[in-house]
């Protein structure tokens, strides 16, 4: 039966380290808070006005490319994760098609839009194309720019210590080997929380959210609102609400339990169990959601792997960087059953279990 596996995988992080003590000379935070909290010490951010999300998207898929042993032009379709678009639209998707230099039109493109369960998503899609035959090299990309849409003030802090910026990708093809590629991918929605984790406003709602942070679905409205003033108002700009908002400790509950159950869903299928895990890459959200996932799950500390520390949460890039640092660190090697596990905004969830 025709499988898909990853044939290639590349990397990119922008070269500026920004430190907590750096965020710590703008907003009320401290190194020591961050780190406790969430394991981060420092992050990446993107050149102003020479990267976007496309551009560091590209760098990640070039190398991809090379190592799967294609070019651009062999690529027939193309998944792009990201929550940080460069524009409203048209998506990434196109756009790193251009950067790639991809001329030819015998080829898709799709933007997917699931925030930290992005790569896995897009993953999910790569596997169901080159598995019914359709495409023969699906490039799968993860990339985030953050730092241009967070909030520097004190006010943003919860968020804004979080995040950071870079890009992963990997290339998805057909094999017959029976002992590698894509074991399977599960995946999850719940959208009865989606403000807990959320960047609603400019939207079509066409108003403004009620409530700072942990806000539930309330819009206010300027009572003179007009059409053309729908996407964003003076208002919105004052108070501030042209950012992301998060109820971290609702995340926090929520991830710990759906984390376990979603890797033990794949492990399950696959008639696997969690000690045959030789590698676990969850998304880097928090170093203490992945501390308490891999007690959990009763992993040893060589068979999961974090960067948090160093990049931060690199949302739809998150998993694809850490499997590349991973695999070039020589910590995942042909034959070993590697598990990618993803929470976040939506709700939505998911894993993929796979045979390197
Ligand atoms: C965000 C997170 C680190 C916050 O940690 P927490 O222990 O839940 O902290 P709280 O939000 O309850 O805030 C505790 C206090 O710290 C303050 N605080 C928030 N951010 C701060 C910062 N960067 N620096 C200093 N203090 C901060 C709060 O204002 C609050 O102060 P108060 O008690 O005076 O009101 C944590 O909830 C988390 O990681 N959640 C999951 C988020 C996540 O994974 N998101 C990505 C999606 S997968």
């Given at each position: 039966m025709l499988k898909s596996k990853i044939a290639g995988i590349g990397h990119y992080v922008p070269e500026t380290i920004t430190t907590n003590d750096d965020l710590a000379k703008v907003m009320e935070t401290s190194d020591q808070w961050i780190q406790e909290r969430t394991g981060i010490q420092e992050r990446r951010y993107a050149k102003k006005h020479e990267e976007t999300t496309a551009t560091m998207g590209t760098k990640a898929a070039r190398i991809a490319i090379e190592r799967a042993g294609i070019t651009p032009e062999d690529v027939d379709f193309i998944v792009f994760a990201t929550l940080s678009p460069d524009y409203y639209f048209p998506g990434c998707g196109v756009l790193l098609q251009r950067e790639l230099g991809i001329t030819k039109t015998e080829i898709g493109a799709v933007d997917i839009r699931n925030q930290c369960s992005g790569f896995i998503y897009g993953l999910s899609i790569a596997d169901q194309f080159v598995k019914s035959g359709m495409y023969k090299n699906v490039l799968v990309v993860g990339s985030e720019m953050h730092s241009m849409g967070l909030d520097y003030s004190t006010r943003g802090r919860n968020v804004t210590v979080i995040f950071g910026d870079g890009a992963g990708a990997v290339v998805v093809q057909p094999t017959e080997d029976a002992n590698s590629g894509i074991l399977n991918t599960k995946l999850h929605s719940d959208g009865t929380y989606a403000e807990k984790l959320a960047f609603v406003s400019p939207g079509s709602h066409g108003g403004y959210h009620t409530?700072?942070?942990?806000?539930?679905t309330e819009y206010g409205f300027d009572e003179n609102i007009e059409y053309g003033e729908i996407f964003v108002t003076q208002k919105m700009v004052d108070e501030g609400q042209l950012y992301p908002q998060m109820e971290g400790q609702f995340v926090f509950k929520l991830a710990v339990t759906k984390f376990p159950e979603v890797i033990n869903e794949g492990l399950t299928d696959a008639g696997l169990k969690a000690s045959d895990i030789d590698m676990l890459i969850p998304h880097q959200a928090n170093l203490r959601i992945s501390q308490f996932v891999q007690k959990r799950m009763g992993?040893?500390?060589?068979q999961v792997y974090n960067n948090i520390m160093k990049y931060g949460n690199t949302t739809a890039a998150s998993i694809p960087i850490a499997l590349c640092e991973a695999w070039e660190a020589g910590k995942i090697k042909e034959g070993d059953l590697v598990c990618l596990a993803a929470f976040g905004s939506g709700f939505t969830w998911g894993s993929a279990l796979l045979r390197w």
């Open positions: 409530k700072k942070q942990g806000y539930d992993l040893r500390d060589d």
